[in-house]
């Protein structure tokens, strides 16, 4: 049996090398806590995973599934180093029936089978960067201990709501040997493990929403399962088209999409996320959005691109990326949030705060607020993002995916070929490519319209060509010589994103606009241990008014914004400097109070005010660490 063939399948790690910002980005994170972890956090440093006493479950392969490609995107010398002494210590203790890692007797918490799941997936991110050939037989060994051990003990806990996540190394083994009973194993565990779209098929309409009966039974006695749990749904979504490259079922393959719409309607955000803090909890934009949900909803993203070749799920791969990524992290990178909120307007260990589950200290800037999970899981957001910027079909054709600055470097019929992209995307509507080869080619080159960019152009040989169709591919078939340039402008207009109670959020090409808030930020928690500064906590008030209406033309909303570009400085997603800013005229709503250190919910729109107008500056949301992004509008204003 075959299983079908994905439309897009990612280019070798070695393929692709940053530029520009984006570059700078991965510099900054391996600097900041992600490259520095094993270096003082006894989770990382004195992990079981390597022959400590410390925590011996999901830690250390979620820390290496994202330092792994960090490291040798960046052909980065020492983290290299250790990395693969970590890898060598995991590798050479494969206990001798394939288990992985610590086992059960000697730290509990590895009976839950999600860690091997993880451990599987990181190992697959070390052959990709690496090659290593022992990888193919440590996850051969792993995998047949998890068809014997599952007989004997069914998923549960974690494992089972994440069953999907063996897929992946499943369907890569299955590639490379053809064993049947590699999709005889792929069936047990589907039909041990938690089946998710019967769950948004059936479940009672109160706990899919988040529509609890009040704040206190909200906070006391929520009805929360593995089944609301916000980061096993964004992991969720790439379960029915995993599976559908075996059953070939309709209803697998639309899977993705039917959820990714039901997260929309009852939990979206305006960054592309859904809510969770920790459990999935509805439209507010005071609620929180938990830092593991991004990297997760990213990397579903990534995979369902490939398996299903859908463009639109790119448009929201930069949608999340270019804005809730950035804004969960202080500019260093030095410190995270465990929830972001889309109305953020203090970060404070405040009790009674709005999360549906999660602790005081959810949203301060910090080492480990609220639960440790993120700050081990942090680092896959960026380097996977730039490992999936280009792709491949198994036609020969070279697909951009992604927009940031890169160079790919691969083959075709032997011929050698370089794509050089120039750009500040997505500060910048203009994308500059080079293609160099080495003798002629003949291949198709896919450039992704994001469905925003309303008459996108091509310029290459002199000629201009206006893009008709959005959300979709312009694809150049060519006999390639030399070296060829083309220009691709993306227009980027303002647009409204229709929100909750008739308010609006302020979209320009993939990048969402916040009210920058000033900050004080007070340092805390100085007596428990690894807080010292850089990797200190901190809590965030604001010292300007954040509580405004928009004055917006009501013919052609467009208009009210004046945008202005500004110099390019590292780090591009700071308050300090941000690439682009915008005016827009705006009135006090002193009615929008501030309840427990979080805002408000948005009063109805449209605000009747006899506040006099003022001049308000938005900045790229993944430029802000206080901000308003979900804003009331003011009635029949005459801007």
């Given at each position: 049996m075959k299983l079908k063939e994905p439309i897009f399948r990612p280019f070798p790690l070695k393929a692709i090398t940053p530029q520009g910002w984006l570059a700078e980005q991965l510099h900054i994170q391996a600097d900041g806590l992600s490259g520095h972890l094993d270096e003082f956090w006894p989770d990382i440093m004195d992990s079981a995973w390597i022959g400590g006493k410390a925590e011996g479950w999901e830690r250390m392969p979620y820390w290496l599934d994202g330092v792994i490609p960090l490291a040798w995107l960046l052909d980065h010398t020492v983290l290299k180093k250790r990395v693969s002494g970590y890898l060598d210590y995991i590798i050479e203790h494969q206990h001798g029936d394939g288990w992985l890692g610590p086992r059960i007797e000697d730290k509990k918490e590895a009976a839950d089978l999600w860690s091997q799941a993880l451990a599987l997936k990181m190992l697959l991110v070390y052959y990709d960067a690496t090659s290593d050939e022992r990888i193919p037989y440590v996850v051969e060994k792993s995998l047949q201990m998890l068809n014997r051990h599952i007989d004997q003990h069914p998923l549960s806990g974690w494992a089972k709501s994440r069953w999907f996540e063996f897929l992946i190394s499943i369907w890569w083994l299955y590639e490379k040997t053809n064993e049947p009973w590699l999709l005889e194993l792929a069936k047990k565990l589907q039909g041990q493990g938690v089946n998710w779209q019967e769950f948004l098929r059936?479940?009672?309409?109160?706990v899919r929403t988040g529509d609890y009966d009040d704040r206190e039974a909200k906070h006391l006695h929520p009805p929360v399962t593995q089944t609301t749990h916000v980061v096993n749904n964004t992991m969720a979504l790439k379960e029915g088209p995993l599976m559908w490259r075996l059953t070939d079922q309709s209803s697998d393959q639309e899977a993705a999409h039917y959820m990714i719409d039901f997260l929309d309607r009852y939990h979206g955000m305006p960054t592309g996320m859904c809510s969770g803090d920790e459990h999935l909890a509805g439209l507010n934009p005071s609620q929180g959005t938990e830092l593991c949900?991004?990297?997760?909803?990213?990397?579903s993203l990534e995979c369902l691109i490939s398996i299903l070749g859908d463009p639109s799920l790119a448009d929201r791969l930069e949608l999340i990326t270019f804005n809730a990524l950035p804004a969960t992290f202080s500019p260093d990178m030095w410190t995270h949030q465990y929830d972001q909120q889309v109305n953020q307007i203090e970060c404070s260990d405040l009790k009674d705060r709005i999360w549906?589950?999660?602790?005081?200290?959810?949203?301060?800037?910090?080492?480990?607020?609220?639960?440790?999970?993120?700050?081990?899981?942090?680092?896959?957001?960026?380097?996977?993002f730039a490992a999936h910027l280009w792709m491949q079909t198994?036609?020969?054709?070279?697909?951009?995916?992604?927009?940031?600055?890169?160079?790919?470097?691969?083959?075709?019929?032997?011929?050698?070929?370089?794509?050089?992209l120039k750009t500040d995307y997505p500060f910048r509507q203009d994308l500059h490519f080079t293609v160099k080869v080495e003798k002629p080619i003949r291949f198709p080159l896919h450039l992704r319209i994001p469905t925003w960019a309303k008459e996108a152009t091509v310029e290459m040989s002199d000629e201009c060509s206006t893009i008709q169709k959005t959300g979709d591919f312009y694809v150049i078939e060519k006999n390639w010589e030399n070296k060829t340039t083309l220009l691709l402008s993306l227009p980027m207009k303002p647009f409204?994103?229709?929100?909750?109670?008739?308010?609006?959020?302020?979209?320009?090409?993939?990048?969402?606009?916040?009210?920058?808030?000033g900050e004080d930020w007070r340092q805390i928690n100085m007596d428990l241990p690894h807080r010292e500064i850089p990797h200190a906590d901190w809590e965030v008030y604001p010292t300007t008014k954040w509580n405004y209406a928009l004055e917006l033309n009501p013919i052609n909303p467009g208009k009210s914004f004046v945008?202005?570009?500004?110099?390019?400085?590292?780090?591009?997603?700071?308050?300090?400097?941000?690439?682009?800013?915008?005016?827009?005229?705006?009135?006090?709503?002193?009615?929008?109070?501030?309840?427990n250190g979080s805002a408000d919910a948005p009063p109805a729109s449209p605000i009747k005010t006899d506040e006099p107008s003022e001049n308000l500056l938005l900045i790229p949301y993944g430029c802000t660490n206080l901000r308003i992004a979900e804003f009331p509008v003011v009635e029949k204003s005459n801007t």
């Open positions: 059936l479940t009672p309409q109160k949900s991004v990297v997760e909803y990213m990397y549906t589950t999660n602790e005081p200290d959810a949203n301060i800037f910090g080492l480990e607020p609220n639960y440790g999970c993120c700050t081990a899981n942090l680092s896959q957001g960026w380097p996977k198994d036609s020969g054709a070279i697909a951009a995916i992604a927009y940031a600055p890169s160079i790919l470097k691969t083959e075709i019929e032997g011929v050698p070929i370089q794509i050089e409204l994103v229709p929100r909750s109670n008739k308010a609006v959020s302020i979209r320009r090409g993939p990048l969402l606009y916040a009210l920058k808030v945008f202005q570009e500004h110099a390019m400085k590292s780090p591009v997603f700071s308050p300090e400097h941000p690439p682009v800013t915008a005016t827009v005229k705006g009135q006090p709503v002193d009615d929008w109070k501030k309840i």
